[in-house]
């Protein structure tokens, strides 16, 4: 519940027991002029994630979105993205779960050499190419949550399974949203920390990009959040697409 919380954040926030979803809320809000919002929630009832997926939201997981209107070029708002990323594998391992982050920004945990979902980040936004207007940052996190209750294809963990116990919600979501209000206003420092998590880096990896598949060597990321791959052919420097792990060859 709202009790629960009672979040001394570096934003207003709007909590609900349950809402359609947090992203939708959070860009009607941006659409009345609102900025430094959070809106948070205990369980979404029509949670949207990446490529107009569905995402379970039930009780008892943090879903929460993020409204901001940051001075950068629409170029630049991926960095928001990766920021989201980094607070919150920051916020899971401060919680005694070593997650890490699959380029762009799935939160994931190694089990063996499975990894599954802890966390997924839907950003989205508005403006000029010059100046955005506003960033709305979408975080699921699965907190207190039976993955059973999760689709399977997602391969999803929760902070509850992986702890063995019950997390703070309260204590995680402040972390979590510190973080990000730390990196949002230093952007520049944002691809450094994401690095230091990334499980992507040195692997095999195919993404599908709207201009079709690229399999190579993931080498680096670079800012705003663009992935660089070693291909049979040469360099690609890919900016948006769905990553896969591959085994080495
Ligand atoms: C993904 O596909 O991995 C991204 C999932 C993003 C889910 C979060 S939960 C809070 C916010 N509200 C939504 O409807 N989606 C995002």
Redesign the pocket.
């Known amino acids: 519940s709202a009790v629960e919380y009672g979040l001394d954040a570096p934003f207003s926030v709007e909590y609900h027991d349950s809402i359609p ?4 809320r959070a860009r009607d809000l941006a659409a009345e002029g609102e900025s430094d919002t959070v809106v948070l929630a205990d369980e ?1 009832t029509g ?4 490529l107009d ?1 569905d ?1 379970h ?1 039930p009780s008892g997981g943090i ?3 993020v409204l901001f209107r940051p001075d950068v070029p629409m170029a630049h708002a991926p960095v928001f993205t990766l920021a989201a990323a980094v607070a919150v594998t920051r916020a899971a391992r401060e919680a005694g779960v070593e997650a890490g982050i699959k380029w762009p920004n ?1 939160v994931l945990v190694r089990h063996g050499d499975e990894e599954r979902k802890l966390v ?3 950003t989205e936004m508005e403006g000029e190419a010059d100046r955005v207007s506003w960033v709305v940052v ?3 996190v699965n907190a207190n949550v039976d993955p059973a209750e999760l689709p399977d294809e997602a391969n999803p963990t929760s902070l509850s399974t992986e702890r063995g116990e019950p997390l703070d919600r309260r204590l995680f979501t402040q972390r979590l949203l510190e973080e990000f209000d730390a990196l949002r206003q230093d952007t520049g420092r944002v691809v450094e920390a994401w690095r230091e998590y990334a499980t992507t880096l040195g692997k095999r990896v195919r993404v599908e990009t709207p201009g079709g598949p690229i399999e190579g060597e993931a080498v680096d990321v670079q800012f705003p959040g663009a992935l660089v791959i070693e291909t049979a052919s040469g360099t690609e420097v890919v900016s948006a697409g769905d990553c896969e792990h591959l085994r080495p060859v």
């Open positions: 979803s947090t992203n939708a979404q949670g949207r994630g990446r997926r995402w939201s879903w929460l979105s799935d997924g980040i839907l979408g975080i699921g």
